[in-house]
């Protein structure tokens, strides 16, 4: 049969997980990077996390959650709509309309420091054993054949065309050996940079006349995701 | 032999169906979207007031066993003589997310520099609830986007305003006055399941309650362009192929 039933099949019979307690699903946790860091770290479960953005899916205290694909992703989201340049916060629409993407791409807003997060490593520790010690972001990087655009009117604005590839479900995403995490477990996961860098200027930092600078008015964002299979209520 | 039979086989094994009553078939519900956090569809035909006409829901009597779900956009522009036509209007597997800012995209409205639009489906999750039991608690949507290599290519004048009639518009070059676009191509679909996800083989009937929704975690405004002038509508299409059983609860 189909790929769902023999993973299901598997991580039933070598995790113990009944196979009918197996549903289909994903989690998914944003880290907002408009800082100087060189840590960037993910909070997957609900009950550590302070706030939430509108678009993550993060684990429930008594949920389990076996996953089977993961994928780290870039997310910019547009502050000022209104056109005034001034950044304001985002808003849960303006979450839920800025796509993820899977490269840094040049024309859409991404500030160039971003980039370093492809050279980076992620680093994921259940209950302190060290389930992935270091894994190359550049694993998830793909560069789809149909890209964005950037074109200029005949009055030299600029205008974008067209629409970043995706050519599957689990575009950008890597296999992961199946594994079971649950709401309850002490989860770290975070990517290494290396070296402190400053993601994205501090908003405004380039003045009268720049207002509408990508980097004056958008907030960006390393995406972690995970798909597999949630576990309701194990606990 | 082909997947067809292999999966025929799998369900007449786990299931218990009869290997002879599954014929290769699909459900298709669509939903018109407004201003919401939440998307429901409908799949059964005794729960539906007016179904739209392309819509295919599972009769009070059938049962139907899900192998692939789809999660897809429609537009429908009106048409002059025909009102919406519905049964013109193709589906597709993504929306125009980024567009200049004087212009109007076929999935959004425009106002200001503001954009919304069913681009925010994609960063939901399906949920689908069979007989109060959760079948899929939280499945994401962004599993059916698809972008192929080739796109739509329109005509528009952009100084003049000009009607947008179809897709993602790519430019090819510069006139001396205006920006203009041209082109002749049909967003590409490479296979017969484009956009579709495998699925644990899960047998429906028409007598169940079925809860299948997407949910957005926040209102967003999703209508079509210029909606208060009633010229296009957006819908959310939700399509299971899979295996239909006929008279099954006769």
Not at chain 1, 170 to 180: D, K, M
Not at chain 2, 40 to 57: C, G, I, S, Y
Request: net charge negative.
């Amino acid at each position: 049969m189909n790929s769902i039933v023999k993973e299901k099949r598997y991580i039933s019979e070598r995790l113990g997980v009944p196979y009918e307690s197996l549903s289909q699903s994903y989690l998914r946790a944003e880290t907002n990077i408009n800082i100087q860091t060189s840590k960037i770290d993910f909070t997957l479960q609900r009950n550590k996390a302070t706030s939430t953005y509108v678009t993550e899916r993060l684990l429930d205290l008594n949920d389990e959650f076996v996953i089977t694909h993961f994928f780290v992703g870039l997310k910019s989201v547009d502050t000022s709509w209104d056109g005034s340049g001034v950044p304001l916060d985002p808003t849960d629409e303006q979450h839920l309309v800025a796509p993820v993407d899977t490269f840094e791409c040049a024309s859409k807003y991404f500030n160039s420091s971003c980039k370093a997060i492809y050279n980076g490593n992620l680093n994921f520790t259940i209950d302190r054993t060290e389930f992935i010690p270091e894994y190359p972001v550049s694993a998830f990087r793909r560069v789809p054949f149909q890209q964005l655009q950037r074109v200029f009117d005949s009055d030299g604005s600029q205008v974008y065309a067209g629409t970043n590839g995706f050519t599957n479900g689990l575009y950008g995403f890597a296999n992961s050996e199946p594994t079971l995490i649950n709401g309850r477990q002490t989860l770290d996961l975070s990517i290494d940079l290396g070296d402190s860098i400053q993601v994205s200027p501090t908003e405004g930092i380039y003045g009268a006349g720049f207002e509408d600078s990508p980097i004056n008015r958008n907030k960006q964002y390393v995406v972690f995701e995970a798909r597999g299979y949630l576990v309701t209520n194990a606990k | 032999m082909n997947s067809i039979v292999s999966e025929k086989r799998y369900i007449a094994n786990k299931l218990g169906v009869p290997y002879e009553s599954l014929s290769q078939s699909y459900l298709r519900a669509e939903t018109e979207l407004a201003t919401q956090s939440v998307v429901d569809f409908t799949l059964q035909t005794n729960k539906v007031l007016a179904p739209t006409v392309t819509e295919r829901l599972l009769d009070l009597n059938d049962e139907f066993v899900i192998t692939h779900f789809r999660i897809g956009v429609k537009p429908v522009q009106i048409d002059p003589n025909q009102g919406f036509p519905e049964e013109k209007s193709q589906q597709d597997t993504q929306v125009e997310t980024y567009v200049p800012l004087d212009y109007a995209g076929l999935f959004g409205t425009v106002t200001g520099n503001k954009m919304f639009g069913p681009g925010a489906l994609y960063n939901g999750d399906l949920n689908f609830t069979i007989d109060r039991t959760e079948f899929i608690p939280n499945f994401p949507v962004r599993s059916f986007y698809r972008v192929p290599d080739i796109l739509n290519t329109i005509r528009l004048n952009t100084n003049t305003s000009e009607a947008v009639t179809a897709g993602v518009p790519t430019y090819l070059f510069n006139s001396s006055s205006n920006v203009e676009k041209f082109g002749s191509y049909i967003a590409q679909t490479e296979t017969s399941l484009y956009g579709f996800y495998p699925s644990e083989p899960t047998k429906i009937d028409g007598r169940q309650t079925i809860d299948l929704s997407i949910n957005l975690g926040a209102n967003v405004d999703m209508s079509a362009i210029q909606p208060q002038l009633g010229l296009s509508k957006n819908y959310a299409v939700f399509e299971a192929r899979g295996y239909l059983i006929t008279n099954a609860n006769d």
